[in-house]
């Protein structure tokens, strides 16, 4: 990025806060260095004055009056700043310092080898403005900030109370008392981590989840496709066997019945051998005097009678297996036909979802692209506005040629 590396290279310059140009309003201009190190010095001495009786109890609106007296008594400039607006300057530079400080800690706490400290201030300044969309521009305030003790107090009494609040009641939030009562809650951020890098986090790890919820339906998605692959492959290899075995039945059918037919013939060309009735036996069977009551052509023609009934339902229970199979054979084709256009449908759903997914790509890329080149925009646009009327011959020389360059770019 153009502007973050512009931010590195201008590390040694003071930062200058510098809003757009618009129509003046009843409120007073932009604050400039000098005022912002005046409102500095002027929270951190009024803090340290207080007496023990007045001390935690004085009322917001008299704490601010006593830092408004004490920054027109000391004051070696114009201004005519009201309480309400020293307030206001106050709390946009205590927020941005504070998370300026949890970028810097966050970097710190990489500890990085052969990184100068000038290196370390630089990547937290990119840092805050990567998440932030904005440069930091309270630099010279940090610097009165950074190892002053009620600075440091304040801080450490700031990890304390949002320890203590998240431990007792997470819900309720508590502002920090830094002997100015009523100060609003919105001014105290987590200074353990950047509002900035947690989003980050908790965006990365909804990332992360729905690429899996992803994976894991791909994953399904394939393991069916291998599913209807395998029964598509095995439907030829049972509709072979069943046709093996129709022709096979088929082909035995014949035989069974020429068998039959012969078992038939020798049947009815069977007579039974003379057997004189012997009647000196005692006992004599029932059942041999009940064949001679009916003649043995007759029963035989029965018989016969009942094998071709027997030979015609076994005829009609192959016929209904075959046309059985048939059905059997016709649906397995109609599943496996069913199968390949839905393997069809999946592969063109996938197809499908590639495309969408590198439309997206695409669509992000451009996005970055137009959101960078916007971002350059701005920071020219800041360059160009910027008035260096109260710079020293160095600063004036360098956003000269930063303007130059750009016009030289707009051509």
Same mark, same amino acid.
């Given at each position: 990025?153009?502007?973050?590396?512009?931010?590195?290279?201008?590390?040694?310059?003071?930062?200058?806060?510098?809003?757009?140009?618009?129509?003046?309003?009843?409120?007073?201009?932009?604050?400039?260095?000098?005022?912002?190190?005046?409102?500095?010095?002027?929270?951190?001495?009024?803090?340290?004055?207080?007496?023990?009786?007045?001390?935690?109890?004085?009322?917001?609106?008299?704490?601010?009056?006593?830092?408004?007296?004490?920054?027109?008594?000391?004051?070696?400039?114009?201004?005519?700043?009201?309480?309400?607006?020293?307030?206001?300057?106050?709390?946009?530079?205590?927020?941005?310092?504070?998370?300026?400080?949890?970028?810097?800690?966050?970097?710190?706490?990489?500890?990085?080898?052969?990184?100068?400290?000038?290196?370390?201030?630089?990547?937290?300044?990119?840092?805050?403005?990567?998440?932030?969309?904005?440069?930091?521009?309270?630099?010279?305030?940090?610097?009165?900030?950074?190892?002053?003790?009620?600075?440091?107090?304040?801080?450490?009494?700031?990890?304390?109370?949002?320890?203590?609040?998240?431990?007792?009641?997470?819900?309720?939030?508590?502002?920090?008392?830094?002997?100015?009562?009523?100060?609003?809650?919105?001014?105290?951020?987590?200074?353990?981590?950047?509002?900035?890098?947690?989003?980050?986090?908790?965006?990365?790890?909804?990332?992360?989840?729905?690429?899996?919820?992803?994976?894991?339906?791909?994953?399904?998605?394939?393991?069916?496709?291998?599913?209807?692959?395998?029964?598509?492959?095995?439907?030829?290899?049972?509709?072979?066997?069943?046709? &093996?075995?129709?022709?096979?039945?088929?082909?035995? =059918?014949? #035989?069974?019945?020429?068998? %039959? @037919? *012969? !078992? +038939? /013939? $020798?049947?009815?060309?069977?007579?039974?051998?003379?057997?004189?009735?012997?009647?000196?036996?005692?006992?004599?069977?029932?059942?041999?005097?009940?064949?001679?009551?009916?003649?043995?052509?007759?029963?035989?023609?029965?018989?016969?009678?009942?094998?071709?009934?027997?030979?015609?339902?076994?005829?009609?229970?192959?016929?209904?297996?075959?046309?059985?199979?048939?059905?059997?054979?016709?649906?397995?084709?109609?599943?496996?036909?069913?199968?390949?256009?839905?393997?069809?449908?999946?592969?063109?759903?996938?197809?499908?979802?590639?495309?969408?997914?590198? &439309?997206?790509?695409?669509?992000?890329?451009?996005? =970055?692209? #137009?959101?960078?080149?916007? %971002? @350059? *925009? !701005? +920071? /020219? $646009?800041?360059?160009?506005?910027?008035?260096?009327?109260?710079?020293?011959?160095?600063?004036?020389?360098?956003?000269?040629?930063?303007?130059?360059?750009?016009?030289?770019?707009?051509?």
């Amino acid at each position: 990025m153009e502007p973050a590396n512009e931010m590195c290279q201008q590390e040694p310059l003071p930062q200058v806060e510098v809003e757009p140009i618009v129509k003046k309003s009843q409120r007073g201009g932009n604050f400039n260095v000098y005022e912002d190190n005046l409102l500095v010095t002027a929270w951190i001495n009024i803090n340290i004055t207080l007496n023990v009786v007045q001390g935690n109890e004085q009322k917001h609106k008299k704490y601010w009056n006593r830092i408004w007296e004490y920054f027109h008594e000391h004051k070696t400039f114009t201004s005519e700043r009201s309480p309400n607006s020293l307030m206001n300057r106050w709390s946009t530079i205590q927020l941005a310092v504070i998370k300026f400080c949890g970028y810097l800690a966050q970097v710190e706490s990489e500890q990085p080898s052969g990184v100068t400290e000038q290196d370390k201030i630089c990547k937290a300044k990119l840092m805050y403005h990567e998440f932030q969309s904005t440069t930091f521009h309270f630099e010279h305030c940090w610097n009165v900030l950074r190892f002053h003790p009620k600075w440091m107090a304040h801080m450490q009494s700031a990890k304390l109370r949002k320890r203590s609040v998240l431990t007792s009641s997470p819900c309720t939030p508590d502002p920090i008392n830094q002997g100015e009562d009523e100060v609003p809650h919105e001014t105290f951020v987590d200074l353990e981590q950047p509002i900035g890098w947690k989003a980050e986090n908790e965006k990365q790890k909804k990332k992360e989840r729905t690429n899996s919820d992803v994976t894991v339906i791909l994953n399904e998605i394939t393991e069916d496709k291998k599913k209807k692959t395998k029964r598509f492959v095995e439907a030829p290899d049972q509709e072979k066997e069943m046709l &093996h075995l129709t022709q096979e039945d088929m082909h035995n =059918k014949p #035989e069974t019945l020429r068998l %039959e @037919q *012969a !078992r +038939e /013939e $020798e049947f009815c060309n069977w007579t039974p051998d003379p057997d004189p009735i012997n009647q000196g036996e005692e006992e004599v069977s029932h059942e041999t005097f009940v064949d001679l009551e009916q003649p043995i052509g007759r029963k035989t023609k029965k018989d016969k009678r009942k094998r071709k009934e027997i030979i015609d339902s076994d005829v009609i229970v192959i016929l209904h297996e075959i046309t059985e199979d048939k059905k059997k054979k016709t649906k397995l084709f109609e599943e496996a036909r069913d199968q390949e256009k839905e393997m069809l449908r999946l592969m063109q759903e996938d197809v499908r979802i590639k495309q969408e997914k590198v &439309h997206i790509k695409r669509e992000e890329v451009r996005i =970055k692209r #137009e959101m960078l080149r916007l %971002e @350059q *925009a !701005r +920071e /020219e $646009e800041r360059i160009m506005m910027l008035d260096t009327s109260g710079m020293s011959e160095m600063q004036k020389e360098y956003f000269d040629q930063r303007k130059m360059e750009i016009l030289e770019k707009s051509k």
